[in-house]
């Protein structure tokens, strides 16, 4: 099965390429329709919106001396827009043929105070989409979260309205919204795509990632040497699509943020593996390491996938189902197979027969789970399960 190419979007940017602007030394990036920009603090997320706006918005400051790579050389944005126009900002000197798409920029920095940064936009559908943010603004209280919820309430308006022809640009737009709020805004988001427009946004919020169309996100890193990286996943094949949905929700989809991934099969593994790391002297959570639950062994192979498309390092934990020196049934024998040759045999811990057997932790239930773990020290731990921690503990460091 091979991946399906996705169309390039009917409007807006569908090539980018950022030289010697901030900490992008020479980034080249693909926008989709939606496009989330992902990736740690100081990876660059902000300076490749930066350079959006620069590019797309005349009105956009000029970049300075403390703008250029290192200071030293000349800042360079060239893109391709989707009627197959170019246009590019090289020296202070901006090169276009025709009209430019109007643009947006909505930064992290003023979601406390305001809403969109600048004076009043233009084109036209820039500034409508900017009156309705203002309005929603004044209609709020002053509380710290009232600009994003004006941000929420402003979009609902430009998706009722049917407005169209303009590149969103928007930094963290989680910020001060509830999960709810942050899944609705997700939804909303997509819509306002849908009907013409383009939406790229930074995040650290699982509600913002959509793993049925990994070829939206755009994976952010930072070297020392070279500066801001990127890498852009292949989609998924069509028809794991609603598999694929049907499984991720937003605890699950942290694997994205993750420095590395220990997929498990189930919820008794996820709630047992943070007691394992605190035994070991660690801390999952601080070392950025996401416990996955694939909801079954069967769908190890699917998450494995994904963790490589999207270029996180993972162990995966999975159950023989056979006692030693006996061969496991024909099902689960082809099971086991797939996950070795998905995985990889240096990625993967078997447990024999099976995490009870493995553990001593009789009925296999998550609570008896818990308590056994919680109670103990490192010396309780059975050996399978410190060489899973280790191993991804090697992986995310």
Not at 116 to 143: K, Q, T
Not at 272 to 292: C, H, N, T, W
Not at 325 to 335: C, D, K, S
Not at 361 to 385: D, M, S
């Amino acid at each position: 099965m091979t991946a399906a190419r996705p169309a390039e979007p009917s409007f807006g940017l569908t090539h980018v390429r950022v030289r010697g602007f901030r900490s992008a030394r020479d980034v080249t990036l693909a926008p989709r329709e939606v496009c989330a920009l992902v990736g740690e603090a100081s990876s660059g997320k902000s300076n490749l919106l930066a350079a959006l706006r620069l590019l797309l918005d005349p009105d956009a400051p000029s970049p300075g001396l403390e703008d250029v790579w290192r200071g030293d050389g000349d800042v360079r944005i060239e893109g391709r827009l989707a009627d197959g126009r170019e246009v590019a900002v090289a020296a202070g000197e901006r090169t276009e043929e025709g009209e430019l798409p109007a643009v947006l920029y909505l930064p992290a920095s003023l979601r406390s105070e305001n809403v969109v940064a600048g004076s009043p936009p233009r084109p036209e559908v820039a500034a409508a989409a900017d009156a309705y943010f203002a309005a929603a603004l004044a209609e709020r209280d002053g509380s710290t979260a009232t600009p994003a919820l004006a941000f929420l309430a402003g979009l609902e308006r430009c998706c009722a309205e049917g407005l169209s022809g303009l590149v969103l640009l928007v930094e963290e737009p989680e910020l001060f919204l509830r999960p709810q709020a942050q899944r609705y805004l997700h939804r909303l988001l997509r819509a306002f795509a849908a009907d013409g427009n383009q939406v790229v946004y930074s995040t650290h919020s699982p509600a913002f990632l959509s793993v049925g169309h990994l070829e939206e996100l755009v994976l952010v890193g930072h070297d020392p040497e070279t500066g801001t990286r990127v890498v852009q996943p292949e989609p998924l094949v069509e028809d794991e699509a609603f598999r694929i949905v049907s499984e991720f929700d937003a605890e699950r989809s942290e694997l994205f943020l993750a420095q590395a991934a220990l997929l498990v099969e189930g919820r008794t593994e996820k709630v047992v593996f943070p007691l394992v790391f605190q035994a070991l002297g660690y801390d999952a959570d601080r070392e950025a390491i996401s416990i996955v639950e694939c909801g079954g062994k069967s769908n190890i192979p699917l998450f494995a996938r994904i963790c490589d498309a999207v270029g996180v390092p993972f162990v995966a934990v999975h159950d023989r189902d056979a006692e030693p020196g006996e061969e496991p049934i024909h099902a689960e024998r082809l099971l086991n197979a797939l996950i070795a040759e998905t995985v990889g045999p240096e990625r993967t811990v078997v447990l024999e027969p099976d995490f009870e057997g493995a553990t001593g932790v009789v009925g296999h239930k998550p609570e008896r789970a818990w308590r056994r773990f919680a109670e103990g020290g490192a010396e309780a731990v059975p050996e399978p399960l410190v060489q899973a921690a280790r191993l991804v503990l090697e992986l995310a460091r």
